[in-house]
Nanobody, 115 residues
Framework: QVQLVESGGGLVQPGGSLRLSCAAS????????MGWYRQAPGNQRELVAS???????NYVDSVKGRFTISRDNAKNTIYLQMNSVKPEDTAVYYC?????????WGQGTQVTVSS
């Protein structure tokens, strides 16, 4: 079992920055894949960024150059640094971990980009 708790969401102005955190209930050293997803009202949940235990990252095209995913194995936490945010980044952001052939999800954190 892996419990995931997201934090760091909130209201931010266009062009601003925000950092999301996802704390895991167990060591993430052995978790090969972790990622951030988002879901806006009326839309399907989509992958935003992912990172492997080896540090390989992947981003959806719409956030490339603006968002950075990272992981701190010592703190059992992954992060999503969001820079130059846009109104279309508004969504609930979810943390995901794939461990022992199972998907685990956090409860989500709301990010609203508005002036």
């Amino acid at each position: 079992q892996v419990q995931l708790v997201e934090s760091g969401g909130g209201l931010v102005q266009p062009g601003g920055s925000l950092r999301l955190s996802c704390a895991a209930s167990r060591s993430i050293f052995s978790i090969y894949y972790m990622g951030w997803y988002r879901q806006a009202p009326g839309n399907q949940r989509e992958l935003v960024a992912s990172i492997t235990s080896g540090g390989r990252t992947n981003y959806v095209d719409s956030v490339k150059g603006r968002f950075t995913i990272s992981r701190d194995n010592a703190k059992n936490t992954i992060y999503l640094q969001m820079n130059s945010v846009k109104p279309e980044d508004t969504a609930v952001y979810y943390c995901n971990a794939v461990y022992s052939f199972r998907d685990f999800w956090g409860q989500g954190t709301q990010v609203t980009v508005s002036s």
